[in-house]
């Protein structure tokens, strides 16, 4: 089974999203009362209830899932999940909340962004009972045993609703998406800057939220317990993004496409021939990351009264 062990009581389960591997993680917190950080897809569920099982947890013995934020590679598989471990709560960001007690509208606007990949790659999202879902603000904390909590950091910029979640035993920090994509097989950290919450202040600011708990290991989506110096890895996510926000910003004023820019000041040539370009793409694509940067600056604009002509037409 795809599974690990990363820190004491804490489990990595590769979710295996579109059958790849070191893509998309979840984690299993172990205790008294065990959670689960991330689902993964719901086209993942079968390879998680699998490595669950493996794990020896019955459907009885899961207190909790806890997503980072409710993006589909994330909490895709939260309604599937809920249903199979029928006493575990669910904790979310109160932004998240609704979205996982009524899909509708998020699995409507993912077909939008996704198409046809939605169903081929991610699945979608099954409703979960609003009696089962618990909301998490900044410093709220979940048991999960005597000498173990796991603290929620409210961490906008990513997506409004995005949480991370510091376990008090192992000191470990699961940043979701806060930080950044950086897949084992490149070693290349890559910001993640989607439509439409994508905010370069509040992305900053939470970075510094992150700073300030004094993790020891930052364990990300994409994927796994980095290893890298938790501050180090915080100071380059803050500086890679910086960066791109710069290019982008340079490129948006210029009327070109901001894609292009990207593309050509940040990818490397190995990346872009690499086998691993597919799934980088998929997960965290050039195209995603410049369409945040771009509705960033138009609202940015809107805020300062000014209008927004630069290259439309360019954004594809």
């Known amino acids: ?31 008294s009362a065990p959670v689960l950080v991330e689902t993964g897809s719901q086209s993942s569920v079968p390879v998680l209830l699998q490595a669950l099982d493996g794990l020896g947890l019955g459907p009885e013995d899961l207190a909790g899932v ?21 006493n575990a709560t669910v904790y979310v ?32 999202l099954d409703p979960t009972p609003a009696d089962r879902i618990v909301v998490l603000g900044d410093g709220d904390e979940v048991a999960i045993d005597v000498d173990r909590t796991l603290t929620a ?36 950290l890559r910001p993640s800057t989607p439509p439409p919450d994508f905010d370069l202040d509040l992305a900053i600011a939470s970075l510094n939220a992150f700073k300030r708990r004094s993790p020891s290991g930052l364990a990300l989506a994409h994927y ?36 292009e820019a990207l593309s050509a000041a940040f990818i490397t040539q190995s990346e872009k021939d690499s086998q691993h370009r597919e799934k980088l793409e998929t997960l965290n694509g050039i195209h995603s990351n410049a369409a945040g940067f771009r509705r960033w600056l138009e609202l940015k604009d809107d805020a300062k009264g000014h209008r927004h002509d630069h290259g439309h037409g360019h954004s594809h």
């Open 1 to 31: 089974m795809p599974t690990r062990k990363i820190a004491d009581g804490v489990i990595e389960i590769d979710t295996l999203l579109g059958g790849w591997e070191r893509i998309t993680a979840g984690y299993l917190l172990e205790g």
């Open 66 to 86: 806890a997503v980072t934020h409710i993006h589909l590679d994330h909490a895709g598989g939260v309604g599937d999940v809920a249903r199979a471990f029928p």
């Open 93 to 124: 960001h109160e932004k998240g909340a609704r979205h996982l007690a009524d899909p509708s509208r998020l699995v409507r606007s993912a077909s939008l962004v996704y198409g046809e990949l939605l169903d081929s790659l991610y699945g979608r």
């Open 153 to 188: 950091i409210d961490s906008p910029g990513h997506a409004k609703h995005h949480l991370g979640l510091h376990d008090s035993r192992s000191g470990l920090l699961f940043a979701g998406d806060a930080v950044g994509v950086r897949l084992p097989d490149s070693g290349i």
């Open 224 to 259: 796994g317990l980095v290893p890298v110096d938790p501050t180090e890895l915080l100071d380059e996510a803050m500086g890679t993004l910086n960066a791109w926000a710069d290019e982008a910003t340079r490129a948006y004023r210029n009327g070109e496409d901001i894609a």
